[in-house]
């Protein structure tokens, strides 16, 4: 029955061409504006760990004086140096990682490559286990090493592929601000989009390709990049950051149970406590902790102008739809002395609105061919913009499905009404008007 209804719908289709050429063209349209603005969220909006995000947790806490102070402020987005080393010594999760960003410059063993400046990532020794980072050659430093600061360095595969032609350059020297580190391992593309363990830099923007300890970089006086929140009146410069009243540091770890994760907040809030019995901190207690959705949906990292346009696209998706109603609904009625007809011959109301739907499926299923090669071009007039996310426009799988997904099932919604009302041609009527 299908097969004889999808061939009524062709001839039906070819029959009136220019009227089906609207109806395609208002659908291609409506679905191109709004999977280009779907594909940008999606990508904007995804889990950028997925599998560990529910595990990995960003703990605050509020060290700062009480000037500004209301009982509705929130903590810092950052920690202080004895904060993030008392996190990290208390060793509370399966892993723990505390981290900074910089750049460095890098001076190439060949003379025929020119010095450059890559952004680098100082961290200890869990951040590579606990982001499940994947190594091609060599490994990560050892909690050892970062207690003696052992000028050893990380680096991903496309600086390995600039500089060492991409061989296994463990135990090669990379000089690094003038400073000879070691490389120990060499990171597979690794680019969790957006960049959620420090917000604080560009959300979006290119990946870390040195890594580096935490405590070797300052160490080496390593140059920092991001934010810092400062009060009080001790030297805040990036030289004494480590005895500054300054939040600078990211904190992450992980925390493989909810259980384990009310008890961690719990231990923060004893902290702060503690803290505060000490003089140290002169605000109530005041902790938060997020996973990685949560810490993403409070910073809101989808731009606004984004989550506006799909509103719009899909406004203008409504107003193609009503349109095709329109033009289905004049087709249908132009034939309904053929469908009369049938009635008369003796095919049932439902026979006709399953042969109408299938048609106006087919009207969908063209027009989502022809708005998904609209919304490709869209996506590359995004990738053309200076927006930090604008590289990452691209159409997946997923997405690529949805696409012929939402063309049908609008078009079939969209065409329940003028199937229905064709399917109320009376059969006396017809034959006698004809």
């Not at 991409?166 to 135990?171: A, Y």
């Not at 299923?365 to 609209?374: D, K, N």
Request: hydrophobic share 45%.
């Amino acid at each position: 029955m299908f097969a004889y209804n999808l061939e009524m719908a062709l001839r039906s289709l070819k029959r009136n061409r220019a009227l089906t050429l609207l109806m395609v063209l208002a659908i291609a349209l409506g679905i191109g504006a709004s999977m280009t603005t779907l594909t940008v969220l999606h990508v904007l909006s995804g889990d950028p760990i997925p599998g560990s995000s529910a595990q990995l947790y960003y703990p605050q806490m509020d060290p700062r004086d009480m000037d500004g102070y209301t009982p509705t402020s929130k903590p810092p987005d950052q920690l202080s140096y004895p904060d993030g080393m008392a996190l990290l010594k208390a060793a509370r999760g399966t892993h723990q990682a505390l981290m900074t960003g910089g750049a460095v410059p890098i001076q190439p063993p060949q003379s025929g490559i020119e010095p450059f400046i890559e952004d680098a990532r100082y961290t200890t020794a869990d951040f590579f286990p606990m982001f499940n980072v994947p190594f091609i050659f060599g490994h990560p430093w050892a909690s050892t090493e970062d207690e003696a600061k052992a000028r050893v360095v990380v680096i991903t595969r496309e600086l390995n592929d600039k500089i060492f032609s991409g061989k296994d350059s463990t135990g090669q020297s990379l000089r690094v601000n003038g400073h000879d580190l070691r490389v120990i391992g060499v990171i597979d593309n690794w680019r969790p989009n957006p960049h959620f363990y420090d917000l604080n830099m560009s959300t979006y923007s290119e990946k870390e390709n040195v890594f580096v300890p935490l405590f070797t970089a300052r160490d080496l006086l390593l140059g920092r990049n991001g934010s810092s929140d400062c009060w009080g009146n001790k030297s805040n410069d990036g030289e004494h950051m480590e005895t500054s009243e300054c939040v600078w540091l990211q904190f992450w770890v992980q925390l493989d149970s909810p259980a384990k994760a009310a008890a961690y907040k719990e231990f923060l809030i004893h902290y702060s406590q503690d803290q505060k019995a000490l003089g140290r901190f002169q605000r109530p207690p005041n902790v938060a902790l997020s996973n990685v959705m949560e810490w993403l949906d409070i910073n809101k990292v989808v731009p606004g102008d984004v989550r506006l346009q799909v509103w719009l696209a899909l406004g203008f998706l409504v107003v193609c739809l009503v349109n095709t109603v329109g033009l289905m609904l004049a087709k249908f009625l132009r034939r309904a002395s053929e469908l009369g007809v049938r009635r008369a011959l003796g095919a049932s109301r439902r026979v006709i609105f399953a042969q109408l739907l299938v048609e106006a499926g087919l009207v969908g299923l063209v027009g989502g061919v022809a708005g998904l090669l609209l919304s490709l071009v869209g996506l590359w007039l995004v990738r053309l913009q200076p927006s930090d996310y604008a590289s990452l426009a691209h159409l997946d799988l997923p997405m690529l499905l949805a696409t012929f997904v939402l063309a049908v099932s609008a078009t079939l919604v969209a065409g329940m009404l003028p199937a229905w009302r064709a399917c109320q041609v009376v059969p006396a009527l017809q034959l006698k008007s004809n």
